[in-house]
């Protein structure tokens, strides 16, 4: 038996996994979101996860107006993507300084397979004057139960005491009203 750690078999994920970057300044406007986007890198195991992730900057180290995406492979990051366009995300805002753990420990949690519910992806979105961490799904909003385990999930994960405030947003709503972040539902 080898002891020698480069010659492990790679433990794979069980999906393949794509970050994306992008960043304006505060006062720019996008024309196309979707070419804003960068893609930097997939990964599919364990090792090829901490090789990328390792060379992220850190969320602090971010300029205001800048987003990390992780998406499963195949699925982009816009709401009109056929794998988003029905579904929603889950919304916490962070004061600055303190949303890099969060971001971690919800990377880990997705792709370890925390969630029973499927997943498309996470934004980490760094603004002036707070971040916002944002969990993308399929699932209708008009399936109740399936959001309640999301959010219980996302809860759980980041071990997130009974009083946080939670916001919800349809992509549907997101692409009519062309925001994101506003005319959100909170839940506590």
Known sequence: M???????????????WTVY??????????ANYEEAIKKLATFSTVEEFWSVYSRLKRPNDLEPVSDYHLFRAGVRPVWEDPANITGGKWMI???KGISGRFWEDMILG?????????????????????????????????????????????????NLP????????????????????RNTDVFR
Request: hydrophobic fraction near 40%; aromatic fraction near 8%; proline fraction near 5%.
């Open 110 to 158: 997705l792709i370890g397979e925390q969630f029973a519910d499927p997943i498309n992806g996470l934004v980490l979105s760094i603004r002036a004057n707070e971040d916002i961490l944002s969990v993308w799904h399929p699932a209708s909003a008009a399936d109740g139960a399936a959001n309640l385990r999301i959010y219980d999930t996302i809860k759980r994960v980041l």
């Open 162 to 181: 009974d009083g946080a405030l939670l916001e919800y947003k349809e992509h549907n709503e997101s692409l009519r009203m062309a925001s994101s972040f």
């Open 93 to 95: 805002r962070f004061k």
């Open 21 to 30: 970057y992008s960043h304006r300044s505060p006062t720019q406007r996008v």
């Open 2 to 16: 080898s002891s020698d750690p480069s010659s492990a078999s790679p433990h794979a994920l069980a999906r393949a």
